[in-house]
């Protein structure tokens, strides 16, 4: 679509990412997808720019008729209807989603909206009376709108769930199964996760029809561009080790990961103590806090941003150079997840894991499902103790499986462009 590629080249896009390569075509087609790619490979264009294309192809149905007059004016200037819904676990990455789908599509006559808690519900309302096209939101919000009768997602066309794995860790699962409830059978389906557990799986099961199956890298690729090492270190020197970490290795713009919101509060005022600028974002902080530490974290002189994993899960800031993980997660494929904000775009990028004792069964699987140790970093010696990753790797008892399963695609016709509702309402969705 001409709109759409000019658009994309006012932004500098060449090239299709391996997801983007997959996922537009069967789209486009009107399969339903259930993609499998990690953060950062270009996902959120995946589903973007062949919604836009669709819809922009596609008039809106019209509104049920009916044979009574309309008793008023408001019934008369009824709002376009919402034709493409996208749900995302927080408000970081809906707005971020958003901001896509007005750059892509700032040559096409489709409106977008987003809504999301954290902040005043009154802008978000006013957008939605007014009539928008595309609709992303978190699920809590929009429940809250469509209790409240603002929100109508009843003549949905697309519904695209991004990061359902991370919706089922936050426990959206039964606010989604509300909203799905509510959108019609008759629509195109689209699912994206970072991972594919067997939940996962199941509903894709349920709320997808005939689905196509993409994967792109499996969940242990890193990325070659990032240096990974390890500190040995006890609980009670790692924020020595942190500051002077930070002080002396060249660290430019960075993220430090804590398992805690609580953990996050007390590092920044530990690291401001020591005459380091540092700012929390996690699920506790006011949405206008969240906004300003990330436009912080975007300047020329970026504090160190100390993130939970579900707060950064939307965050997409170009020149990372450090992620340091304070605390090792307890999920090895969310390790992945976490340095893939470094090393992007050709540069290259470092990432830094202080490990204590407790830690060492965590820091085992990670390397099982890397299938390479992490190197021991050997520097400030008064802080860390000389443990080799090679040893701990051959004395990990713990069995690891990490879900490396490759899917794949189903082979099923392409749905027609005329909707079959016999073919349809068979199916459970709901």
Not at 54 to 71: C, G, M, V, Y
Not at 202 to 223: H, N, T
């Amino acid at each position: 679509m001409p709109s759409l590629m000019r658009a994309l080249v006012s932004t500098g896009y060449e090239t299709a990412t391996p997801i983007q390569q997959l996922a537009i075509p069967p789209v486009l087609d009107g399969y339903d997808l259930m993609g499998c790619a990690q953060t950062g490979t270009g996902k959120t264009a995946a589903f973007a720019l062949p919604t836009l294309q669709r819809l922009a192809n596609t008039a809106a149905e019209p509104a049920p008729t009916t044979n009574r007059t309309p008793k008023s004016s408001s019934e008369r200037s009824a709002p376009k209807p919402i034709r493409a819904l996208v749900l995302a676990p927080t408000r970081e990455l809906a707005a971020q989603i958003e901001q896509s789908f007005v750059t892509y599509g700032k040559y096409l006559k489709l409106s977008v909206a987003v809504v999301h808690g954290g902040v005043s519900q009154m802008p978000q309302v006013r957008a939605l009376q007014r009539g928008v096209d595309i609709l992303v939101a978190t699920p809590g919000r929009l429940l809250d709108l469509m209790n409240q009768q603002v929100a109508d997602i009843s003549r949905v066309e697309m519904l695209v769930i991004d990061e359902a794995d991370q919706m089922f860790d936050m426990g959206f699962f039964r606010d989604l199964k509300r909203i799905v409830s509510r959108v019609p059978l008759e629509r195109q389906t689209l699912m994206f996760s970072a991972t594919m557990p067997e939940p996962i799986r199941e509903v894709a099961k349920q709320w997808l029809y005939e689905p196509k199956y993409i994967k792109v890298d499996k969940v242990s690729s890193a990325s070659t561009q990032v240096a990974h090492s390890v500190f040995h270190v006890s609980v009670q020197n790692k924020a020595k080790l942190l500051t002077n970490y930070i002080r002396s290795s060249g660290v430019t713009r960075s993220i430090v990961f804590t398992r805690t919101k609580h953990g996050a509060d007390d590092l920044v005022k530990v690291l401001m103590k020591n005459g380091i600028e540092a700012v929390a974002i996690h699920g506790n902080k006011s949405q206008n806090a969240r906004t300003r530490h990330l436009e912080q974290f975007k300047s020329n002189r970026p504090p160190i941003l100390v993130a939970t994993d579900i707060a950064a899960r939307g965050i997409d800031v170009q020149g990372i150079s450090h992620v340091i993980n304070y605390q090792l997660p307890e999920v090895p494929e969310i390790y992945v997840h976490r340095i893939g904000r470094t090393g992007r775009a050709e540069a290259t990028g470092t990432a830094v894991s202080f490990c204590s004792p407790e830690e060492r069964s965590s820091l085992y699987d990670i390397e099982r499902l890397l299938n390479s140790p992490i190197e021991v970093n050997n520097a400030f010696p008064e802080f860390t103790s000389n443990v080799s990753s090679s040893q701990g790797m051959a004395r990990g008892k713990r069995p690891s499986s990490p879900n490396s399963q490759r899917l794949s695609g189903r082979t099923s016709r392409p749905r027609s462009t005329t909707k079959s509702s016999s073919t349809r309402r068979g199916h459970a969705y709901s």
